[in-house]
């Protein structure tokens, strides 16, 4: 990518770069453009940013089905090269999603990521997710296991966030998350609604923060809604070849979180299995230390404004 072209033919200062990290959320899935593509949250976002009208530069690199440690080796170097000025760091749900699913693990990798662009003078925009069980409306027996490993990722987003002072936003509390119409016919991505109302939510809090933003993201929609058709060709395509894929991966494990759930339903002690994903994510956030090692740097059990395992 080359410097913008001065007017006298010289070579003028690189523009300022919006760098977008994260999964098939942040890379615009369920907000498709005409010709092919996605354009997403992140680009209507970066229309908005800088003192002018395009005066941002957006370089998307999120990658569908990228996972925590996936964004920290492979996106994160590339950001850094791009010295942006502001960065966006979401993911943490296709985590949830597989049989290896570790907290500890998600931790590190958010923790790496949000440091090293914090300490590149970046404003590091993080956000909380839905509950993917509860997006997809599976049994409860099969969506508690999920919550509570979304709540294990949100606590540490929190967490992560407030120990850099970055930009977060309570995605998963906003009323709009509950509504069909903001989401894609997969039920998993915001339709062109649900990115809109995010971008909005970014420029919003980047407001509140002091940062110098232009007017807000439209709400107007340039495609049409969601329609049950269209949800029944999905599903009827490419929706199952994804429950297939997550069958391989997921099932198996999450048939005996399951179990697991219904053993301790049964004798009303789902409560121990709150207690020790709670105690999990404490452990995952007391072992994150900075990189001199200094203890008095790690980061809090549970920061100000952090989500609770039981919230």
């Not at 498709?32 to 997403?40: E, K, N, S, T």
């Not at 300490?119 to 509950?131: E, F, H």
Request: include cysteine.
């Amino acid at each position: 990518m080359l410097p913008e072209q001065a007017p006298s033919g010289g070579r003028g200062p690189a523009p300022a770069r919006f760098v977008a990290l994260g999964d098939s959320l942040t890379e615009g899935l369920g907000d498709p453009v005409p010709g092919g593509g996605w354009r997403g949250w992140a680009a209507l976002l970066a229309g908005t940013l800088g003192e002018r009208p395009g005066g941002v530069e957006l370089v998307n690199l999120a990658r569908s089905g990228a996972l925590a440690a996936e964004l920290a080796e492979r996106q994160l170097p590339a950001a850094r090269e791009l010295a942006p000025r502001f960065a966006s760091l979401l993911v943490g749900a296709n985590d949830t999603l597989r049989a290896a699913f570790a907290i500890e693990r998600v931790a590190a990798a958010l923790d790496r990521a949000h440091g090293a662009l914090s300490a590149d003078g970046a404003v590091v925009l993080t956000a909380c997710l839905p509950d993917p069980g509860r997006m997809l409306g599976l049994p409860a027996p099969l969506a508690r296991p999920l919550a509570r490993r979304m709540r294990a990722v949100n606590t540490v987003v929190h967490a992560v966030s407030a120990r850099y002072q970055g930009v977060h936003l309570h995605l998963a509390e906003r009323p709009w998350v509950a509504e069909r119409a903001s989401w894609s016919v997969d039920r998993l991505h915001p339709g062109e609604r649900g990115h809109r109302l995010l971008a909005r939510g970014f420029h919003t809090a980047l407001a509140a923060a002091g940062v110098s933003v232009g007017p807000p993201p439209a709400l107007t929609l340039d495609g049409p809604p969601p329609t049950r058709a269209g949800s029944a060709r999905w599903m009827a395509t490419r929706g199952t070849r994804w429950v297939a894929d997550r069958c391989t991966d997921l099932l198996p494990g999450l048939l005996g979180l399951a179990l697991q759930e219904c053993r301790h339903g049964l004798a009303g002690s789902g409560r121990l299995l709150d207690a020790a994903a709670e105690r999990a994510t404490r452990g995952a956030l007391a072992a994150l230390a900075e990189p001199d090692g200094d203890p008095a740097r790690k980061a809090p059990a549970t920061a100000k404004g952090a989500a609770t395992m039981t919230g």
